[in-house]
Nanobody, 124 residues
C-alpha cells in the first residue's frame, strides 16, 4: 500500500487547510496522525471502508476526514487552525478492513501498518 500526502502549508491562525492523501488500495481503514516538535505521534482522525469516522477530542468539530473512493483519495479538512496544531501530518493505512473497531483502536498508531512520508502544517 502506497500513501502520498499533500496540502501542508504555513498559514495564519484561524485559516483553513485541506490535506490530501493518495492511497493505492480500497481494502483498508485509513487515518490521519500528527507529530509535533518534541512530541509523539498521535491519532487525529479515522475512517473505515464504509465511511464511519472517529476523531481525537481535540480536533472534533474543527477537523473533518473524508474520502473519495472512486479516486482513492483521503482528505482532512482543518478549520479554525490554531498554533498548537503545528505538526507533521501523516496518512496511514491499517492494510485491512475492520468489521468492528473501538475509538482507541482507531487512533492507535500501532494499529497501522503503512505510512506516508508526511506533510508539514505550520500555524502561526
Amino acid at each position: 500500500v502506497q500513501l502520498v500526502e499533500s496540502g501542508g502549508d504555513s498559514v495564519q491562525a484561524g485559516r483553513s487547510l485541506r490535506l490530501s492523501c493518495a492511497y493505492s488500495t480500497k481494502r483498508t481503514c485509513l487515518g490521519w496522525f500528527r507529530q509535533g516538535p518534541g512530541k509523539g505521534r498521535e491519532g487525529v482522525a479515522f475512517i473505515d471502508r464504509g465511511g464511519a469516522t472517529n476523531y481525537a477530542w481535540s480536533v472534533k468539530d474543527r477537523f473533518t476526514i473524508s474520502k473519495d473512493n472512486a479516486n482513492n483519495a483521503l482528505y482532512l479538512q482543518m478549520n479554525s487552525l490554531k498554533p498548537e496544531v503545528t505538526a507533521m501530518y501523516y496518512c496511514a493505512a491499517t492494510g485491512m478492513q475492520w468489521d468492528t473497531w473501538t475509538a482507541i483502536q482507531a487512533l492507535d498508531k500501532d494499529s497501522y501498518i503503512y505510512w506516508g512520508e508526511g506533510t508539514q502544517v505550520t500555524v502561526s
